[in-house]
Nanobody
Framework: QVQLVESGGGLVQAGGSLRLSCAASGRTISSYAMGWFRQAPGKEREFVAGMTLSGGTTSYADSVKGRFTISRDNAKNTVYLQMNSLKPDDTAVYYC??????????????WGQGTQVTVSS
């Protein structure tokens, strides 16, 4: 059974940066496209960013393009999300998962607990 543990969230002022990490255990991520999602209060979970197995190709939601960068370290079985120029609208719980493809919001595994990101204005 795969376990996903997201970390790195916190409270940050608008314009600030955070780097999220997602460590996977029970399955190697090198066989999967990986992605990040977020869920704001009262809203559905939405796709944020995805990347191919090798990390050579990425996809981003329009709302985060140019501000967020997804990356992966297959040797550490970990996926990252660098978030810059944060806005209050980025406030949400952030999750990672394996993707059907790097552009797809269809996922393979059960969700982890997520990590809370709160951006103050």
């Amino acid at each position: 059974q795969v376990q996903l543990v997201e970390s790195g969230g916190g409270l940050v002022q608008a314009g600030g940066s955070l780097r999220l990490s997602c460590a996977a255990s029970g399955r190697t991520i090198s066989s999967y496209a990986m992605g990040w999602f977020r869920q704001a209060p009262g809203k559905e979970r939405e796709f944020v960013a995805g990347m191919t197995l090798s990390g050579g190709t990425t996809s981003y939601a329009d709302s985060v393009k140019g501000r967020f960068t997804i990356s992966r370290d297959n040797a550490k079985n970990t996926v990252y999300l660098q978030m810059n120029s944060l806005k209050p609208d980025d406030t949400a719980v952030y999750y990672c998962n394996a993707l059907l493809s790097y552009k797809s919001s269809a996922t393979y595994w059960d969700w982890g607990q997520g990590t809370q990101v709160t951006v103050s204005s």
